[in-house]
């Protein structure tokens, strides 16, 4: 027995040995490809020396004596901390995930190969201006810098992952910058998913007058009635069935509902209690580890420029230079269009088309799989665009027998410029020419909102389709793609899209809101990303007299809910304080005592408090009691409250109380029955979840910003390490927005929010401030991978200075890369 003990102790200690070997190894292998921010290093392709200041936050100051060594030092910094980040999106762009994930990205690879984004980005190339030529080549080549020196200095082959993953790094080019722009249009876009849930919602209701209540328009103008979608399309639509879409693996779609969305809004000199202009900006993105934004401070011949860029994309894309500043918010153009195109019955490798049939131009494309066989596929397009597969955003369920959709998009482009835009704007001297510099956009499109010293302006950017007055569906339904009239006639001029230069009233700005009436097709959109946080912006922009960096801070970190401020007086009137008595630990009781905690609530969603999520959990509850009784399955695919449609209900708007009444039952329910079946709803769900006590209900328990590592956040252990998670206030419908997933289980995980801040003062523009929601490096071993994120959750900031002295003075670091 002794020796049976003595040998398994031994087994043990080895293992133990063995085990701590293993971390330690693992260990020295990963921190091996940690950046040395203080060094000096002869590279190739430079034409002076740059140095590379490294402030207290990781932040690097490109310090160069021409813009193409600038751009070669910002792909070097970019490489140096998020090499794994971009070679993951190149391939995304590329539709090359496969080769290194396997059949778990098929779909993804298979749906950015009918794109052809990647060959549009190559083509793309040549139709950059000179500058923009340079700025790709120089980028290009210090990536390439950082990649030498990771292989030559064995330098664990730049980021952890490549550990994990077999993925040899290709040079980087010219082109794969344009395809990640292209990357980011598509994560942007929204309309494709708008049109196909509309088509499929008003193919269950028949009344044209309920479908205005669901999917509401924008207050401000109206809109004519739209055809019958079943009456539009030929005959033989399948009947309605449960979406079998699901979010692919690493999909750069966002799920419907978490687009593109921002705030950004300018005061002229008049509305400023300083002598300068002012200028807040705040993009909304899908939360990640590590960000989506990198910052960065470039030194051009026109002057320094500073904010945030995007790893793989040489240019400050949000921020300021020494006499301009600039913010960007989505613009929701919509710049989309699904066509139905009809097959020859005779023949289904051609397709109908105004003149008669025609060939599909058709390509194979062939999708290598690690450790699996290849997958062929044929990609088809016609006149109008790609076409893509039924079981793609459930287009099938609205596409008959005998046809296929294809998409129309306007970064389908092999003559995108966008990006010649950016970096002309980066150069750009005066609002004056920045405008001029942003004719150069055409995806994703965006509104610009500028200031210089003494001006301040919006425009919205990006190619806008030019649409004929009769077609059919106006582009809110997919549409007949053989009729010409619902065929693009183009672009629209530059000068047709919205613009707004010195305002009367001094102040301009933007939270996705409707910019503009007019009519179709000059229309800009029918769909919006805000009717909620405009009001509370307007509010407080018309609160005061002048504003000041602090307001416009104050502003930005706002988390008062206009939306629950107007829902609750409505959907509570005949609940509040109106029923007897209840003993302890009935649902009468509970409701009692939530009703009590809302009715005191001034509709602030602040992280601490438990009447946001009281609110929250109980509108989440009524609108999936309104509608679930009317659509069925299809209720699923509204995983966000509108707050419109709960309006447009309780004030009976056009007879909206009908969604009230429950239809399989004998009854006539009122709006008052819903609602507080809707409040037991959710205070059951309130108690499975965080228990009985209302009082100690935290909503930051349930409104965790979720920064997930998009490839190792669901590994056991490493997600610990990987995965960034913090409280935070904010939802839905405020400035400080922080939306929610709207999935069970965790349907208030904050998933998409403010990942960048920026607010810029001209009155001394050394005091402006910015901030991202997560660090600068994406190596999880890095201090700078996540410190950076507590200031984010606290609403604190750091300087946005060109001042190289202070920078140099709180270095960490300083690179010299010089000429051999």
Known sequence: MAVVFRWLLRLVSAALVLGVIGVLLTYYLASRSLPDYDKTRAVSGITADIEIIRDNAGIPHVMALSDRDAFFGLGYVHAQDRLWQMTLMRRTAQGRLSEIFGRRTVETDTLLRRLDLYPLAVQSVQHQDAATLDALEAYAAGVNARIEEINSDSLGRGAPEFFMFNAPISPWQPADSIALVKLMALQLSGHLKEEVLRARTSLLLADEDRLADLLPDMPGGGVAALPDYANLMPDGLAPYSPSQTRHAFLSPIAPRGLAGASNAWAAAATRSAGPGTLLANDPHLGLTAPGTWFLARLQLQSGGVIGGTIPGIPAIMVGRNERLAWGL???????????????????????????????????????????????????????????????????????????????????????????????????????????EASRAYVAPSQNLTLIDADTIAMKT????????????????????????????????????????????????????????????????????????????????????????????????????????????????????????????????????????????????????????????????????????????????????????????????????????????????????????????????????????????????????????????????????????????????????????????????????????????????????????????????????????????????????????????????????????
């Open 329 to 435: 918010t989505s613009s929701y153009m919509d710049d989309q269009d699904l066509f139905i195109e009809e097959l020859n019955p005779e023949n289904q490798e051609q397709y109908r088309t105004p003149e008669g049939w025609a060939e599909f131009v058709t390509r194979r494309s062939i999708i290598n799989i690690k450790d699996d066989a290849p997958v062929t596929i044929t990609m088809r397009s016609t006149q109008n665009g790609p076409v893509l597969p039924g079981s793609q955003f459930d287009l099938a369920s609205v596409t008959p027998p005998g046809h296929v959709a294809a998409l129309g998009w306007t970064a389908l482009s092999g003559r995108d410029t966008s990006l010649s835009g950016a970096v002309a704007l980066m150069n750009a001297g005066s609002v004056e020419d920045a405008l």
């Open 461 to 820: 950017i990006g190619a806008m389709p030019r649409r004929t007055a009769e077609h059919q569906s106006q582009g809110r339904l997919p549409s007949l793609g053989w009729k010409r009239e619902n065929q693009w006639q183009g672009m629209l001029p530059y000068s047709a899209n919205p613009e707004f230069v010195n305002p009367q009233g001094g102040i301009v700005g933007n939270t996705n809101n409707k910019s503009v009436n007019r009519p179709f097709p000059l229309h800009v959109s029918f769909d919006w990303g805000d009717s909620q946080r405009v009001l509370r912006w307007r509010g407080l922009m018309q609160g005061r007299q002048v504003h000041t960096r602090d307001s416009f801070i104050e502003a930005q970190l706002d988390t008062v809910s206009e939306a629950a401020r107007t829902l609750l007086p409505l959907i509570g009137r005949d609940l509040w304080f109106t029923e007897e008595a209840a003993p302890e630990g009935t649902p009468a009781r509970q409701r009692q005592r939530a009703l009590a905690l809302l009715a005191n609530w001034n509709g602030e969603m602040n992280e601490h408090l438990p009447e946001p999520l009281l609110y929250a959990a109980w509108v989440r509850a009524l609108q999936e009691r309104l509608i679930r009784d009317d659509l069925g399955p299809l209720a699923d695919e509204f995983h966000h409250v509108e707050p419109l449609f709960i309006e447009r209900v309780f004030r009976d708007v056009n007879g909206a109380s009908k969604w009230c009444d429950i239809i399989r039952s004998a009854r006539v329910e009122t709006c008052t029955d819903v609602a507080r079946l809707a409040l037991d709803d959710a205070l059951i769900w309130i108690d499975e979840t965080y228990g009985t006590e209302l009082e100690s209900l935290r909503w930051g328990d349930a409104h965790q910003a979720a920064h997930d590592h998009p490839v190792l956040g669901e590994v056991p252990v490493l997600r610990y390490f990987v995965n960034i998670r913090q409280s935070t206030s904010g939802g839905d419908h405020t400035l400080q927005r922080g939306r929610t997933s709207g999935r069970d289980p965790e349907p208030f995980l904050n998933v998409h929010a403010a990942a960048y801040r920026g607010v810029y003062d001209f009155a001394d523009p050394d005091s402006s401030v910015f901030i991202a929601s997560t660090g600068q490096s994406g190596h999880f071993l890095s201090r700078h991978y996540d410190d950076l994120g507590q200031l984010w959750r606290r609403g604190e900031y750091i300087p946005m200075s060109l001042d190289t002295d202070l920078a140099r003075a709180a270095s960490v670091g300083v690179t010299r890369l010089v000429k051999p």
